[in-house]
C-alpha cells in the first residue's frame, strides 16, 4: 500500500514538472475581473460629510415650510485690553467675569458674532461662548449695531457668556459646533434641536477645513445670539475668510428661502443627532451623560 501511494505521488510530481509550463502557457494571456460592491455608507458618517438623502416630496409640506433669510458668523480672535479703563471683561451667568478685559469693540464682536477667542499672548487662546441675555445691561454696543431693533441691542447690552475648550465646544453645549450645519435661531420661533431642510442650499459646494464638500441641504438650530430675531437665522462658519453661499445667505432680511422642519423621527435628523454623539464622544455634555455611540 505504502509503495502505491508513493508511486502516485512520483506520478503527481512528474505531471506537475512536465505540464505545468504548459498550463501556465495556455492561461498567461486571461485575466478574469472582480468588481467589489462599495459598502453602504453608514447615516453618522453621511451626515458627517453632507451626504444625507434628499427627503421625499411628501416630507416637504407646507405646514412644515418657512420664509427664512440668512446672516452668517464666526470665531474672531482678539486680544485682551489691559490698559484701556473702558475695557470690559465677558461675564457668566452670575455676573462673574471669566475673561480678560476686551475692547468695546472686541466686546461687541463677542455679543454680536455669540463666540470668540481671547489670545493674551502667551498662553493657548481661550474660547467663550453667548449663552444668554439674562443679566443686567454691562455695555452698549448700539452704535456698533446700526439698524438692528432696540430688542437685539437690548440683548447685546446683557450679554452673558461661558468658557469652553473642546473645539466643538462639547463641553459646555448640548449639540456641539458643526461649521455650515449649526445655525442660531430665535428661540421664540424655532426650537433648540429642530432640524430644517434648505432645498436651495442643496447642492452647493464649499470648502471646509481644508476639505471639498457638496451640502444636503440639511442644518440644525442649536445656537442663539444677541442679534437673531424673528426669521432671521445665522449659520456658523468658523472661518472669518468665507463667504457662505452668496446667494443664499445673503444677511438682507428681504432676502428669503424656503425652509422646511424635518420631523425628529426622519432618518436625516436621527443622523444629525447621532453624528453630534460621535463628534462630543469623547466629552462629558451638560445635562446629559455620555452615550455609547454607533460605530461608523
Known amino acids: 500500500m505504502k509503495r502505491l501511494l508513493c508511486a502516485l505521488l512520483l506520478v503527481f510530481a512528474a505531471g506537475v514538472i512536465f505540464i505545468g509550463p504548459h498550463l501556465r502557457n495556455a492561461f498567461a494571456g486571461t485575466s478574469v475581473d472582480i468588481t467589489l460592491g462599495r459598502a453602504p455608507m453608514h447615516p453618522t458618517q453621511q451626515a458627517l460629510n453632507f451626504m444625507l438623502d434628499q427627503p421625499g416630496d411628501a416630507a416637504l409640506t407646507a405646514k412644515r415650510k418657512s420664509k427664512l433669510w440668512a446672516t452668517y458668523y464666526h470665531m474672531p480672535t482678539v486680544r485682551p485690553s489691559w490698559t484701556s479703563v473702558a475695557a470690559k471683561p465677558l461675564l457668566d451667568r452670575k455676573s462673574n467675569p ?35 441675555s439674562g443679566g443686567p445691561d454691562q455695555v ?42 449649526t445655525i442660531a435661531v430665535d428661540r421664540d420661533r424655532i426650537k433648540m434641536g429642530t432640524v430644517l431642510y434648505v432645498p436651495q442650499l442643496r447642492g452647493k459646494t464649499f470648502w471646509n477645513a481644508g476639505e471639498f464638500y457638496t451640502h444636503d441641504g440639511y442644518l440644525i438650530a442649536s445656537d442663539t445670539g444677541g442679534a437673531i430675531e424673528g426669521n432671521h437665522i445665522d449659520m456658523f462658519v468658523d472661518d472669518a ?12 432680511s428681504r432676502s428669503t428661502f424656503d425652509a422646511y422642519v424635518v420631523d425628529k423621527k426622519d432618518p436625516a435628523a436621527i443622523a444629525l443627532n447621532d453624528a453630534a454623539e460621535e463628534i ?17
Open 98 to 132: 471669566i475673561s480678560p478685559p476686551l475692547a468695546i469693540k472686541d466686546w461687541c464682536d463677542a455679543a454680536m458674532q455669540g463666540s470668540i477667542w481671547v489670545d493674551n499672548g502667551k498662553d493657548a487662546p481661550t474660547a467663550y461662548m453667548y449663552v444668554d
Open 241 to 252: 475668510g468665507v463667504d457662505p453661499f452668496p446667494d443664499i445667505v445673503r444677511s438682507n
Open 140 to 181: 452698549t454696543c448700539d452704535r456698533h449695531f446700526g439698524e438692528l431693533s432696540e430688542r437685539i441691542k437690548s440683548a447685546t447690552r446683557r450679554a452673558r457668556f461661558a468658557p469652553f475648550h473642546h473645539p466643538q465646544a462639547c463641553d459646555v453645549r448640548v449639540i456641539p459646533l458643526m461649521a455650515f450645519r
Open 280 to 296: 462630543c464622544k469623547d466629552s462629558d455634555r451638560p445635562g446629559r451623560k455620555r452615550k455609547k455611540t454607533v460605530s461608523i
